[in-house]
């Protein structure tokens, strides 16, 4: 089945950086689109970047643009999230997902959540 195992939170300071990994497996990685999305406590998930199967566009939320770096590597099945210049409000359950489509508005597989806590 598909598995998606998100790696790499933890607790850092603002200001700090932090790099999160995504591991696939059970899918035919390169076919698939992947998204990261977070979620604060008492707030819903919400959109942070995403990349199309080629690595070739990225999409990132307004709130993390020129931030945040999202990045792919077919061979590994893996997609990692570069978090600079981390806030506060950054704190959040961060979880990757993946989906078939080209641009996905939903997506059909998710990781079970790496915590990140930004404290000020």
């Known amino acids: 089945q598909v598995q998606l195992v998100e790696s790499g939170g933890g607790l850092v300071q603002a200001g700090d950086s932090l790099r999160l990994s995504c591991l696939a497996s059970?899918?035919?990685?390169?076919?698939?689109?992947m998204g990261w999305f977070r979620q604060a406590p008492g707030k819903e998930r919400e959109f942070v970047a995403a990349i199309r199967w080629s690595g070739s566009t990225t999409y990132y939320a307004d709130s993390v643009k020129g931030r945040f770096t999202m990045s792919r590597d077919n061979a590994k099945n893996t997609v990692d999230l570069q978090m600079n210049s981390l806030k506060a409000e950054d704190t959040a359950i961060y979880y990757c997902?993946?989906?078939?489509?080209?641009?996905?508005?939903?997506?059909?597989?998710w990781g079970q959540g790496t915590q990140v806590t930004v404290s000020s």
């Open positions: 059970g899918l035919t990685f390169r076919r698939y689109a």
């Open positions: 997902a993946a989906d078939i489509a080209l641009v996905p508005k939903e997506y059909d597989y």
